[in-house]
Each structure stands twice: as structure tokens, then as C-alpha cells.
């Protein structure tokens, strides 16, 4: 049996056309959901009891439970949930001055390996479906709406542990779910995925008609950095990414790319780098988003120092790089990707 929560609202009316209704029932079912938020099919009032006997028969509202919370004094909330399978994800609630953001897994472990990332030492096991995004989204905007009726999650980027374009199918339901003005009514600029470079999937989203943000993780100007830090750009290097980008914006309406660059010292916060990352970029118009690296495992990584990161980022900004040093959250807590999860496998 299906979580109806797996379903966005193009695919429910298909559904529901099947099972011999009109395309006004996904609405209903929609708005039960989302606006009036039941779980159940018998609250469903304005439904026919046999049909909602039907609707019981062929789906469920399977949601990832919550297992473990940690809150940071600065607001941040990490949770771990538990799938049906038993396995474990992590989701985070960030507070920002503009709303709420939640930052969402897309996979159980994560095939890139990326030689930063903790999310990266475990290997998938599998996707997620839409319904265990959804449900990640669903359980801050629940907790936020008990604390306080006036708030609720604004934001959503699919920036946690996996690649979202190794799932695309599930990642562009529920990004469909939340941004449906029957759904969770989350506006498309209020969206990022956010990918490693996966130059197939870059293309197929730029067409998709969305309006929704792409947050690229380049992490190094060359590929000599690039592929010690990241396996994928064997298989994509700069050569294919960066017109891969460019692709992408003429096919989504001029729709401009942010790339993710986490500073490790040594290793790509030079001003060399910076001046290399300046040329290769300006092509695509993007903006880079500077991340101070967080250590989180014996890699020998270490965080650039202050100096070296704003060196770096006054260095864009003079050859007109539209770029930011990212806010570090939740320092006091396992706020790195997959931190949370791989503690407590370890038992801690
Ligand atoms: S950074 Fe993202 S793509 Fe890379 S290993 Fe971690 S979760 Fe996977």
C-alpha cells in the first residue's frame, strides 16, 4: 500500500480519473490533507463513505516517525527519523531572519562520496519517496504551528544526505506537493535542490518549467582540486558542468545557479583559487554561496581561517562575483550532514 502523501496533485487526479472520479476528488483530497490537515480517510467529510472505504483499501498516510531531537541555542533543530524499514534519516529547521527553512534528506546514505561529508561514509540504501521528504517538512511545520499558530515553514532545500538528481523522479513529486497552492502552498523561489553536478539531471530540471532555485556544489575552481574532492567530477568535470549550467539557465527562463563553495584550508582558499573560481564562473552569472567548513571526521580537512575567507570573498566581490559567507548553525549540535545519524549507529 501507497502513502497518499507520495502522491502530487497531477499524479492523484491521474489516480483518481482511474478509479472513476472526477478531477475536482484530488483537490478535496488535497486540501484534507494539507490545509485541514487529517490523517485519517473517515474525516474526510465531503467524501462518500464508499469511497473513502475505497481510498483506505489502496492507501495509507505513512509519515517518518520522529526518533531523536537536538535544539541549538541559536534555534537550529536537528531530528533524526525512523522510516518504515527501520532505517534513519536527518532533518534540520533553520531559523532565519526572512522564515523558517527546513533542510531535507533525499536518500538513505549517499553514493557521491564527497571527501568532505559525513553523509557520504555510509552508502545509500536506498530512496526516499516523497512521502518520507514530505513527512520530514510536514513534522517541523506541525511543531512550529503547536508552538506558535502564526509560523510555519517558509523554505525547504534538498540539501541533506543524497544526491537529489540520483532520486529525481520522488525529489520532483514532492517538490510538486509543496509547492501546490492545494499542497503546502511553498513558493517555487522558496525551493532550492541542490545537486553535486550531475550534468543529466541539471539539464532535465532546467526544462521542467519550475521556477524553483538550483544550488550547485562546486566546492573547487579546477579539476585537479574537484576530483580529489568530489568522485562525481570524474564522470562530469568543469568542462561538461559548467556548460551544462549555462544550458540550464537559457532553458529555464534566464534562471541564474548558486554554487556552494566550502572553504578547507590549504586546499581551495587560496587567491589563487578565488581567482580561478572568478573566471570559471563569470560565463554562468551564478552566485557563490562561501561555506566555512565544519570537521567532522578524521579526513584532515581543516576550517580556512577567518582571514582566508573573507581574503577569498573580498576577492569575488571585486571581479563582481555576486557571493556570501554562509550563517553556521547549530555549532553547539551534530549540525553537520549526517553527523546525527552516524552517531547514533554508533550507539552514542
Ligand atoms: S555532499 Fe551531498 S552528494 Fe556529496 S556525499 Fe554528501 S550528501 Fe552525497
Known sequence: MTSIYSYSLEDLTKLMQAMGQSSYRSKQIFSWLYQKRVASFDE?????KGFRERLKENFNFYRPTMRLKQESSDGTIKCLFRLEDGQEVEGVLMHYVYGYSVCVSSQVGCNMSCAFCASGLLKKKRNLTPAEMLGQVLYFDEMLRAR???????HVVVMGTGEPF???DNVLS????INSQFG???GARHITVSTCGVVPGILKFGKEGLQVNL????????????DQLMPINHAYPLEQLIPAIIQYGKDSGG???TFEYILIKDVNDTIDCARQLAKLIAPTFGYVNLIPYNPVMENGFERSPDQNIELFHNFLLQKHIKSTVRKEFGSDIDAACGQLRAKHKDGN
Do not use: C, G, K
Not at 474526510?44 to 462518500?48: C, K, N, P, Q
Open 174 to 177: 514532492f517538490i510538486r506537493i
Open 44 to 48: 474526510m467529510s465531503d467524501i462518500a
Open 166 to 168: 540520483d532520486n529525481y
Open 255 to 257: 534562471r541564474r545557479v
Open 148 to 154: 506558535d499558530p502564526s509560523t510555519h515553514v517558509t
Open 184 to 186: 503546502l502552498d511553498i
Open 215 to 226: 544550488a550547485i556544489s562546486l566546492h573547487a575552481p579546477t579539476n585537479e582540486i574537484r
